[in-house]
């Protein structure tokens, strides 16, 4: 399987082959799920929720974004690795935002960015793209304006907002973007726009007519208990198969039989 790039998600849209992409954080979760054959991998910044524990995603820092993506781009040798900018770093002005993206470029080895917003980011969007960067763009619900929003409901649902969305995608497409992650919102709406852009659409929450899926690998391998909206399928039990590996672990030891005389020296 060769390398694939931010041009291959074009090509991939152009041939009707979907596009799958996953998120991780790690060395090792990256390692088995690029192995795995992925098309690509999201480092997040749902590793503020996934794997520090906040209520959303926007203490992460840019630093943070780094060191993540740095340990997953270590374990690919297929996937596109796409990192996530985190809330702040692209907000304030465009030389901000180009600067962060060259950084997290630089000092990780990330194929491309990702970034929240449409139009008033565009600008920004456009600056990085002539920097040499891909970018994938991200509408519909966009986690970090939470505080904004509200709530994690679905998006775009009213006219206003659906015809706004799509002045959005086609700014961004204008700009340049590779890719654009379209978050819960109705699936016409999502293949409305699937249509009427250049660049690859990866739904979640956003039904089939995209031109790829993608979801947190944690939520997609069935690790979160308790988070089970209508969107998610569990693909593996991963919680089951851990706890019943910590329980066989702590009854080996309490009963002596783990290390065994062929497991020490
Ligand atoms: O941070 C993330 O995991 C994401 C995906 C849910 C699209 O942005
Ligand atoms: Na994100």
Do not use: W
Request: with cysteine; hydrophobic share 40%.
């Amino acid at each position: 399987k060769k390398k694939i790039t931010a041009k291959t998600l074009l090509e991939m849209k152009a041939a009707g082959e979907k596009i799958t992409q996953m998120t991780a954080y790690d060395f090792t979760t990256a390692g088995i799920i690029d192995a795995a054959g992925i098309d690509s991998i999201l480092v997040g910044d749902s590793a503020s929720n996934v794997m520090a524990g906040n209520q959303d995603t926007t203490p992460i820092t840019v630093d943070q974004m780094i060191y993540h993506a740095r340990a997953v781009v270590r374990a690919c040798h297929h996937c596109l690795v796409v990192c996530d900018m985190p809330f702040g770093s692209y907000q304030v002005s465009r030389e901000d935002g180009i600067r962060n993206a060259i950084r997290i470029i630089k000092e990780t080895g990330a194929g491309a960015v990702k970034m929240e917003g449409g139009k008033e980011i565009a600008d920004t969007v456009k600056g990085i793209v002539d920097a040499g960067i891909p970018v994938i763009g991200h509408l519909g619900l966009t986690p970090q304006s939470i505080h904004k929003f509200g709530g994690y409901g679905l998006r775009a649902k009213e006219d206003t907002e659906a015809e706004k969305l799509i002045e959005d995608a086609l700014a961004l497409d204008a700009a340049g973007v590779s890719g654009i992650t379209l978050e819960k919102v109705p699936a016409a709406l999502a293949n409305k726009v699937t249509a009427m852009v250049k660049a690859a659409t990866i739904g979640i929450g956003a039904g089939n007519g995209t031109d790829g899926q993608v979801l947190v690998y944690a939520d997609a391998l069935g690790m979160t208990s308790g988070f089970k909206p209508k969107f998610l399928r569990h693909f593996a039990n991963v919680n089951k198969c851990m706890t019943e590996g910590v329980m066989e672990y702590i009854r080996c030891v309490k009963s002596e039989s783990f290390p065994s005389e062929a497991e020490s020296y």
